[in-house]
Protein backbone atom coordinates (compact mmCIF):
# COMPACT_ATOMS: atom_id res chain seq x y z
CA UNK A 1 0.00 0.00 0.00
CA UNK A 2 1.17 3.59 -0.55
CA UNK A 3 2.30 5.35 2.44
CA UNK A 4 -0.73 6.69 4.51
CA UNK A 5 -2.81 5.26 2.03
CA UNK A 6 -4.64 2.89 4.30
CA UNK A 7 -8.48 3.64 4.82
CA UNK A 8 -11.49 2.29 6.15
CA UNK A 9 -15.20 1.81 5.33
CA UNK A 10 -18.28 1.22 7.21
CA UNK A 11 -20.52 -0.74 4.91
CA UNK A 12 -24.16 -2.22 5.15
CA UNK A 13 -23.97 -5.84 6.65
CA UNK A 14 -25.39 -8.42 4.39
CA UNK A 15 -28.79 -9.47 4.90
CA UNK A 16 -30.60 -5.80 4.98
CA UNK A 17 -33.76 -5.34 3.16
CA UNK A 18 -34.71 -2.07 1.76
CA UNK A 19 -38.78 -1.34 1.09
CA UNK A 20 -39.37 1.05 -1.78
CA UNK A 21 -42.03 1.77 -3.68
CA UNK A 22 -41.97 2.29 -7.84
CA UNK A 23 -44.64 3.70 -9.99
CA UNK A 24 -45.04 3.72 -13.86
CA UNK A 25 -47.37 6.18 -15.64
CA UNK A 26 -48.07 5.52 -18.78
CA UNK A 27 -50.73 2.91 -21.02
CA UNK A 28 -51.00 -0.25 -22.49
CA UNK A 29 -47.80 0.85 -24.90
CA UNK A 30 -45.52 0.68 -21.68
CA UNK A 31 -46.47 -3.01 -20.31
CA UNK A 32 -43.20 -4.00 -22.30
CA UNK A 33 -41.37 -0.67 -20.70
CA UNK A 34 -42.37 -1.96 -17.23
CA UNK A 35 -40.98 -5.94 -17.75
CA UNK A 36 -37.81 -4.83 -18.96
CA UNK A 37 -37.70 -2.28 -15.67
CA UNK A 38 -38.35 -4.92 -13.61
CA UNK A 39 -36.35 -7.32 -15.24
CA UNK A 40 -33.42 -5.36 -15.09
CA UNK A 41 -33.99 -4.59 -10.88
CA UNK A 42 -33.46 -8.55 -10.63
CA UNK A 43 -30.63 -8.68 -12.41
CA UNK A 44 -27.59 -10.53 -11.08
CA UNK A 45 -25.30 -7.74 -12.55
CA UNK A 46 -27.56 -5.13 -11.03
CA UNK A 47 -25.67 -3.09 -8.13
CA UNK A 48 -26.62 0.01 -5.94
CA UNK A 49 -24.68 2.42 -3.91
CA UNK A 50 -20.57 2.89 -4.34
CA UNK A 51 -18.01 -0.28 -4.63
CA UNK A 52 -20.49 -2.09 -7.09
CA UNK A 53 -16.94 -3.00 -8.89
CA UNK A 54 -15.72 -4.40 -5.99
CA UNK A 55 -18.48 -6.55 -4.98
CA UNK A 56 -20.84 -3.86 -2.93
CA UNK A 57 -24.36 -3.35 -3.86
CA UNK A 58 -25.84 -6.63 -4.98
CA UNK A 59 -29.46 -7.08 -4.24
CA UNK A 60 -31.76 -9.89 -4.12
CA UNK A 61 -35.28 -9.36 -4.25
CA UNK A 62 -37.33 -10.84 -2.30
CA UNK A 63 -40.36 -12.02 -4.44
CA UNK A 64 -43.02 -13.20 -1.70
CA UNK A 65 -42.76 -9.52 -0.36
CA UNK A 66 -43.46 -8.15 -3.76
CA UNK A 67 -46.70 -6.96 -5.09
CA UNK A 68 -48.04 -5.17 -8.21
CA UNK A 69 -51.28 -3.62 -9.32
CA UNK A 70 -52.04 -1.45 -12.28
CA UNK A 71 -54.56 0.96 -11.34
CA UNK A 72 -56.97 2.74 -14.05
CA UNK A 73 -56.78 6.73 -12.91
CA UNK A 74 -60.01 7.47 -15.10
CA UNK A 75 -61.92 4.69 -12.85
CA UNK A 76 -59.91 4.26 -9.64
CA UNK A 77 -58.84 7.80 -9.29
CA UNK A 78 -60.15 7.77 -5.66
CA UNK A 79 -58.58 3.97 -4.83
CA UNK A 80 -55.02 5.67 -5.69
CA UNK A 81 -55.50 9.28 -3.55
CA UNK A 82 -56.43 6.70 -0.51
CA UNK A 83 -53.46 4.29 -1.21
CA UNK A 84 -51.59 4.70 1.91
CA UNK A 85 -47.75 5.92 1.93
CA UNK A 86 -46.78 3.62 4.41
CA UNK A 87 -44.87 1.01 2.88
CA UNK A 88 -45.70 -1.40 5.61
CA UNK A 89 -48.82 -1.20 4.61
CA UNK A 90 -51.39 -4.15 3.59
CA UNK A 91 -51.27 -4.16 0.00
CA UNK A 92 -55.15 -5.93 -0.45
CA UNK A 93 -55.86 -6.98 -3.63
CA UNK A 94 -52.19 -6.70 -5.36
CA UNK A 95 -50.83 -9.59 -7.44
CA UNK A 96 -47.56 -11.08 -6.43
CA UNK A 97 -44.44 -9.44 -8.51
CA UNK A 98 -43.08 -12.29 -10.96
CA UNK A 99 -39.70 -11.34 -12.40
CA UNK A 100 -38.58 -13.09 -15.60
CA UNK A 101 -35.05 -14.82 -16.56
CA UNK A 102 -33.36 -11.94 -17.12
CA UNK A 103 -32.34 -13.06 -20.18
CA UNK A 104 -32.62 -9.18 -21.76
CA UNK A 105 -30.57 -7.69 -19.08
CA UNK A 106 -27.73 -10.03 -19.60
CA UNK A 107 -27.30 -10.00 -23.40
CA UNK A 108 -24.63 -7.65 -23.02
CA UNK A 109 -22.84 -10.06 -20.46
CA UNK A 110 -20.33 -12.47 -20.30
CA UNK A 111 -20.69 -15.22 -17.61
CA UNK A 112 -17.74 -17.21 -15.69
CA UNK A 113 -18.03 -19.15 -13.15
CA UNK A 114 -15.03 -21.45 -11.09
CA UNK A 115 -15.56 -24.11 -8.83
CA UNK A 116 -12.62 -24.30 -6.56
CA UNK A 117 -11.32 -26.12 -3.77
CA UNK A 118 -8.52 -24.98 -1.55
CA UNK A 119 -5.51 -27.64 -1.85
CA UNK A 120 -4.65 -26.43 2.10
CA UNK A 121 -4.62 -23.25 4.28
CA UNK A 122 -5.37 -19.66 2.88
CA UNK A 123 -5.49 -16.30 4.26
CA UNK A 124 -8.01 -13.24 3.72
CA UNK A 125 -6.95 -11.17 6.35
CA UNK A 126 -8.99 -9.07 8.72
CA UNK A 127 -6.12 -6.70 9.21
CA UNK A 128 -5.63 -7.39 12.84
CA UNK A 129 -5.63 -10.07 15.28
CA UNK A 130 -6.91 -12.04 17.99
CA UNK A 131 -5.77 -13.90 21.26
CA UNK A 132 -4.50 -16.61 19.35
CA UNK A 133 -2.36 -14.42 16.63
CA UNK A 134 -1.38 -11.36 14.88
CA UNK A 135 -3.40 -11.68 11.64
CA UNK A 136 -6.41 -13.59 11.61
CA UNK A 137 -8.86 -14.54 8.52
CA UNK A 138 -11.64 -11.62 7.79
CA UNK A 139 -14.72 -12.72 9.58
CA UNK A 140 -19.12 -11.29 9.59
CA UNK A 141 -21.86 -12.39 10.61
CA UNK A 142 -24.85 -11.37 8.50
CA UNK A 143 -28.88 -10.70 9.17
CA UNK A 144 -30.63 -13.74 8.43
CA UNK A 145 -34.57 -13.83 7.84
CA UNK A 146 -35.38 -17.76 8.68
CA UNK A 147 -37.03 -16.77 11.16
CA UNK A 148 -39.30 -14.03 9.52
CA UNK A 149 -37.69 -11.66 11.21
CA UNK A 150 -34.04 -10.02 11.41
CA UNK A 151 -31.16 -11.68 13.74
CA UNK A 152 -27.51 -11.28 13.59
CA UNK A 153 -26.29 -15.35 12.80
CA UNK A 154 -24.62 -16.57 16.00
CA UNK A 155 -22.15 -18.43 13.82
CA UNK A 156 -19.62 -16.52 12.00
CA UNK A 157 -18.75 -16.99 8.27
CA UNK A 158 -15.12 -16.54 6.48
CA UNK A 159 -15.72 -13.57 3.69
CA UNK A 160 -13.56 -13.69 0.73
CA UNK A 161 -13.64 -10.32 -0.61
CA UNK A 162 -14.45 -9.84 -4.44
CA UNK A 163 -12.01 -6.76 -4.12
CA UNK A 164 -9.47 -8.94 -3.16
CA UNK A 165 -10.20 -11.34 -5.96
CA UNK A 166 -10.02 -8.46 -8.72
CA UNK A 167 -6.82 -7.56 -7.42
CA UNK A 168 -5.48 -10.94 -8.00
CA UNK A 169 -6.93 -11.05 -11.24
CA UNK A 170 -6.29 -7.57 -12.48
CA UNK A 171 -2.02 -8.21 -11.99
CA UNK A 172 -2.00 -11.24 -13.86
CA UNK A 173 -4.19 -10.45 -16.81
CA UNK A 174 -1.77 -7.50 -17.09
CA UNK A 175 1.23 -9.90 -17.37
CA UNK A 176 -0.58 -11.66 -20.00
CA UNK A 177 -1.85 -8.53 -21.90
CA UNK A 178 1.70 -7.74 -21.77
CA UNK A 179 2.86 -11.04 -23.27
CA UNK A 180 0.56 -10.88 -26.23
CA UNK A 181 1.86 -7.73 -26.85
CA UNK A 182 5.19 -8.59 -26.51
CA UNK A 183 5.75 -5.53 -23.87
CA UNK A 184 8.99 -6.89 -21.87
CA UNK A 185 11.00 -5.34 -19.43
CA UNK A 186 12.24 -2.44 -20.19
CA UNK A 187 10.96 -1.68 -23.78
CA UNK A 188 9.02 0.79 -22.42
CA UNK A 189 11.66 3.40 -21.84
CA UNK A 190 10.86 6.84 -20.10
CA UNK A 191 11.05 9.61 -23.02
CA UNK A 192 13.10 12.07 -22.30
CA UNK A 193 11.93 15.58 -22.48
CA UNK A 194 12.56 17.10 -26.32
CA UNK A 195 11.52 20.66 -25.23
CA UNK A 196 14.00 23.47 -25.09
CA UNK A 197 13.82 27.54 -24.42
CA UNK A 198 13.70 29.70 -27.30
CA UNK A 199 16.70 31.77 -26.75
CA UNK A 200 16.39 33.45 -29.74
CA UNK A 201 13.02 34.40 -29.65
CA UNK A 202 13.87 35.45 -25.90
CA UNK A 203 16.49 37.96 -26.85
CA UNK A 204 14.19 39.23 -29.90
CA UNK A 205 11.32 40.05 -26.80
CA UNK A 206 14.12 41.73 -24.48
CA UNK A 207 15.12 43.86 -27.35
CA UNK A 208 11.84 44.93 -28.15
CA UNK A 209 10.92 45.07 -24.64
CA UNK A 210 13.95 47.30 -23.67
CA UNK A 211 14.55 49.91 -25.77
CA UNK A 212 18.66 51.18 -25.83
CA UNK A 213 18.60 53.44 -28.83
CA UNK A 214 17.21 56.10 -27.16
CA UNK A 215 19.86 56.32 -24.43
CA UNK A 216 22.81 58.56 -25.05
CA UNK A 217 24.99 58.03 -21.64
CA UNK A 218 24.84 56.82 -18.13
CA UNK A 219 23.43 59.94 -16.63
CA UNK A 220 20.43 59.99 -19.11
CA UNK A 221 17.38 60.19 -16.62
CA UNK A 222 16.26 57.37 -19.14
CA UNK A 223 18.76 54.73 -18.36
CA UNK A 224 17.69 55.45 -14.79
CA UNK A 225 14.39 54.19 -15.73
CA UNK A 226 15.62 51.15 -17.64
CA UNK A 227 17.43 50.49 -15.30
CA UNK A 228 14.71 50.18 -12.71
CA UNK A 229 12.79 48.10 -15.05
CA UNK A 230 15.20 45.49 -16.01
CA UNK A 231 15.70 45.14 -11.94
CA UNK A 232 11.72 44.39 -11.99
CA UNK A 233 11.88 42.24 -14.76
CA UNK A 234 10.30 38.71 -13.90
CA UNK A 235 10.70 35.81 -16.36
CA UNK A 236 7.41 34.27 -16.68
CA UNK A 237 6.74 38.13 -18.17
CA UNK A 238 8.30 36.89 -21.24
CA UNK A 239 5.69 35.08 -23.37
CA UNK A 240 8.60 32.86 -24.80
CA UNK A 241 9.11 31.23 -21.08
CA UNK A 242 5.53 30.64 -20.84
CA UNK A 243 5.93 28.70 -24.57
CA UNK A 244 8.61 26.49 -23.05
CA UNK A 245 6.43 26.09 -19.51
CA UNK A 246 3.70 25.11 -21.58
CA UNK A 247 5.69 22.65 -23.65
CA UNK A 248 7.72 21.20 -20.77
CA UNK A 249 4.08 20.18 -19.36
CA UNK A 250 2.80 18.77 -22.68
CA UNK A 251 6.05 16.76 -22.56
CA UNK A 252 6.13 15.56 -18.78
CA UNK A 253 2.43 14.38 -19.42
CA UNK A 254 3.75 12.16 -22.45
CA UNK A 255 6.27 11.12 -20.03
CA UNK A 256 3.91 9.70 -18.00
CA UNK A 257 2.00 7.74 -20.45
CA UNK A 258 5.40 6.34 -21.40
CA UNK A 259 5.73 4.46 -18.24
CA UNK A 260 5.55 0.82 -17.92
CA UNK A 261 2.13 -0.68 -18.49
CA UNK A 262 1.15 -2.35 -15.52
CA UNK A 263 -2.17 -1.45 -13.38
CA UNK A 264 -3.87 1.84 -14.36
CA UNK A 265 -1.17 2.16 -17.40
CA UNK A 266 -2.44 -1.27 -19.06
CA UNK A 267 -4.89 -1.37 -21.15
CA UNK A 268 -6.37 -4.02 -20.45
CA UNK A 269 -6.67 -3.63 -16.72
CA UNK A 270 -8.35 -0.18 -17.91
CA UNK A 271 -10.73 -1.66 -20.02
CA UNK A 272 -11.61 -4.36 -17.80
CA UNK A 273 -11.11 -2.67 -13.97
CA UNK A 274 -11.54 1.02 -14.77
CA UNK A 275 -8.95 3.67 -14.12
CA UNK A 276 -9.40 6.54 -11.21
CA UNK A 277 -9.89 10.35 -12.12
CA UNK A 278 -6.69 12.56 -12.72
CA UNK A 279 -7.27 16.13 -11.59
CA UNK A 280 -3.91 17.05 -12.79
CA UNK A 281 -4.25 15.65 -16.75
CA UNK A 282 -8.15 16.52 -16.92
CA UNK A 283 -8.78 13.05 -17.21
CA UNK A 284 -12.29 11.52 -16.40
CA UNK A 285 -12.15 8.31 -14.31
CA UNK A 286 -14.35 5.21 -15.91
CA UNK A 287 -15.93 2.41 -14.03
CA UNK A 288 -14.75 -1.10 -14.43
CA UNK A 289 -16.89 -3.84 -16.45
CA UNK A 290 -15.98 -6.67 -14.13
CA UNK A 291 -18.50 -7.69 -11.75
CA UNK A 292 -17.40 -9.80 -8.60
CA UNK A 293 -19.61 -10.77 -5.54
CA UNK A 294 -18.52 -11.28 -2.24
CA UNK A 295 -18.22 -15.18 -0.88
CA UNK A 296 -19.27 -15.94 2.92
CA UNK A 297 -18.27 -19.49 3.87
CA UNK A 298 -19.06 -21.49 7.02
CA UNK A 299 -16.62 -20.85 9.40
CA UNK A 300 -15.20 -23.45 11.88
CA UNK A 301 -12.98 -21.90 14.33
CA UNK A 302 -11.04 -25.34 15.06
CA UNK A 303 -10.40 -25.62 11.18
CA UNK A 304 -7.84 -22.96 11.86
CA UNK A 305 -4.02 -23.50 11.53
CA UNK A 306 -1.78 -20.83 13.74
CA UNK A 307 1.50 -20.57 11.89
CA UNK A 308 4.58 -18.92 14.31
CA UNK A 309 7.03 -16.68 12.19
CA UNK A 310 9.92 -14.99 13.73
CA UNK A 311 11.94 -12.13 11.55
CA UNK A 312 15.36 -12.64 10.16
CA UNK A 313 17.97 -10.33 10.38
CA UNK A 314 19.20 -9.64 6.82
CA UNK A 315 22.49 -8.74 8.33
CA UNK A 316 23.46 -12.00 10.39
CA UNK A 317 20.80 -14.64 8.77
CA UNK A 318 19.28 -15.18 11.99
CA UNK A 319 16.13 -14.53 14.36
CA UNK A 320 15.90 -10.83 15.69
CA UNK A 321 15.26 -10.90 19.40
CA UNK A 322 11.40 -10.61 20.58
CA UNK A 323 10.44 -10.83 16.91
CA UNK A 324 7.99 -13.82 16.99
CA UNK A 325 4.85 -13.25 15.32
CA UNK A 326 1.86 -15.47 14.41
CA UNK A 327 -0.73 -15.67 11.81
CA UNK A 328 -4.22 -17.67 11.68
CA UNK A 329 -4.91 -19.08 8.09
CA UNK A 330 -8.42 -20.88 7.03
CA UNK A 331 -9.30 -24.36 5.73
CA UNK A 332 -12.43 -25.08 4.05
CA UNK A 333 -12.99 -28.62 2.34
CA UNK A 334 -16.00 -27.94 0.26
CA UNK A 335 -16.16 -26.46 -3.17
CA UNK A 336 -16.25 -22.63 -3.62
CA UNK A 337 -18.02 -20.97 -6.00
CA UNK A 338 -16.82 -17.82 -7.84
CA UNK A 339 -19.31 -15.88 -10.26
CA UNK A 340 -17.97 -13.28 -12.43
CA UNK A 341 -19.62 -11.39 -15.01
CA UNK A 342 -17.93 -9.46 -17.54
CA UNK A 343 -19.29 -7.24 -20.29
CA UNK A 344 -19.37 -8.07 -23.73
CA UNK A 345 -17.56 -4.58 -25.25
CA UNK A 346 -14.81 -5.14 -22.94
CA UNK A 347 -14.35 -8.38 -24.64
CA UNK A 348 -14.14 -6.86 -27.38
CA UNK A 349 -10.58 -5.54 -27.49
CA UNK A 350 -7.67 -6.71 -28.74
CA UNK A 351 -5.80 -9.91 -26.37
CA UNK A 352 -7.79 -8.46 -23.44
CA UNK A 353 -9.95 -11.47 -23.31
CA UNK A 354 -7.62 -13.96 -24.06
CA UNK A 355 -5.52 -12.31 -21.43
CA UNK A 356 -8.25 -12.15 -18.85
CA UNK A 357 -9.15 -16.19 -19.62
CA UNK A 358 -5.39 -17.10 -19.71
CA UNK A 359 -5.82 -15.48 -15.54
CA UNK A 360 -8.71 -17.77 -14.82
CA UNK A 361 -7.63 -20.77 -15.92
CA UNK A 362 -4.13 -20.24 -13.94
CA UNK A 363 -6.69 -19.87 -11.30
CA UNK A 364 -8.00 -23.20 -11.85
CA UNK A 365 -5.01 -24.70 -12.19
CA UNK A 366 -3.84 -23.66 -9.00
CA UNK A 367 -1.18 -21.68 -10.72
CA UNK A 368 -2.53 -18.62 -9.39
CA UNK A 369 -2.94 -18.00 -5.36
CA UNK A 370 -5.65 -16.43 -3.64
CA UNK A 371 -5.57 -13.94 -0.83
CA UNK A 372 -2.18 -13.41 1.67
CA UNK A 373 0.68 -14.68 2.08
CA UNK A 374 0.76 -16.91 -0.90
CA UNK A 375 4.41 -16.66 -0.93
CA UNK A 376 4.52 -19.10 2.28
CA UNK A 377 2.15 -21.96 0.36
CA UNK A 378 -1.25 -20.15 1.19
CA UNK A 379 -3.99 -20.07 -0.97
CA UNK A 380 -3.74 -22.39 -3.82
CA UNK A 381 -7.15 -23.41 -5.28
CA UNK A 382 -7.62 -25.94 -7.96
CA UNK A 383 -10.60 -26.39 -9.72
CA UNK A 384 -13.43 -28.86 -8.33
CA UNK A 385 -14.49 -31.96 -10.04
CA UNK A 386 -17.78 -32.37 -9.02
Given at each position: ???????????????T??V????L???????????????????????????????F???K?????????????????????????????????????????????????????????????????????????????????Y??????Q???????????P??S??????????????????????????????????????L?????????????????P????????????????????????????????????D?M??G????????????????????D???????????????????????????????????I??????????????????????????????????????????I???????????????????????
Amino acid sequence: TENHGKYDEELVHKGTRFVFELELIGNENDNENWKALIECLASPVFRIGAGTRKGFGKLKIITENSWFRIINLKNDIKEYLEKSSSLNSAMKDWKPLSFGANSNSLSNWTKYELRLRAKDFFLFGAGFGDDDADNKPKTERYFDWASGQPKLTEQEYLLIPATSLKGIIAHRTAYYYNLLEGVKIGSAKKSKLETTLDIDGALSELEAKFNFDNIQSSDAPEWEELKNKIEGLQVEDLKSWKDFEMDLKDETEKKKGDSMPVGENNQAVRILFGYSKDSDTGQDGQRGSVVINDIYLPYKKENDKVFNHTRIDRFTGGTIDGALFQEKASQYKEVIPIEIWVENKALEEKYVKEAFEKTLEDIRKGQLQLGGNSTKGHGVFVESQN
